[in-house]
């Protein structure tokens, strides 16, 4: 394994998912790379968030969402898939996500697909 901006990429998906879900991620993300496993991406995107805090305003989930799916994004197993941090940058700062369902039925496996 070579070091590349696409390692960084890698940690910032983890970093991000540990800030929204309160704790490392690390299990989880195992749980969603492993063909074994179908609960994972089953699991709604709500039930994910630390439940140590207040349930987040709709405005809110909607801005979760979009961190979660670029979370996602960079977590990807090959590292020529991962977006650049240039990408995630832009994404977060001018992104709007359209979200067709209620955000509150969103699961992980939606996010996941490229369908969010």
């Known amino acids: 394994m070579r070091l590349t901006e696409k390692c960084d990429?890698?940690?910032?998906?983890v970093?991000?998912?540990e800030v929204i879900m309160g704790n490392h991620p690390g299990e989880f993300i195992t749980s969603?790379?492993?063909s074994s496993s179908l609960a994972g991406p089953n699991i709604l995107l709500i039930d994910t968030l630390d439940k140590r805090?207040?349930?987040?305003?709709i405005?809110?989930?909607?801005e979760v969402v979009l961190?979660?799916?670029?979370?996602f994004e960079c977590l990807?197993?090959?590292p020529e898939t991962r977006p650049t941090m240039e990408f995630v940058s832009h994404k977060l700062?001018?992104?709007?996500l359209s979200v067709d369902e209620s955000v509150y039925m969103i699961t992980v496996g939606k996010l996941l697909s490229e369908d969010v």
């Open 67 to 71: 961190v979660a799916k670029l979370a």
């Open 59 to 62: 405005e809110i989930l909607k």
């Open 93 to 96: 700062s001018t992104g709007k």
């Open 15 to 17: 970093l991000a998912l």
């Open 53 to 57: 805090l207040q349930p987040p305003t």
């Open 32 to 34: 969603l790379t492993t």
């Open 76 to 78: 990807k197993t090959c």
């Open 9 to 13: 990429v890698y940690s910032f998906g």
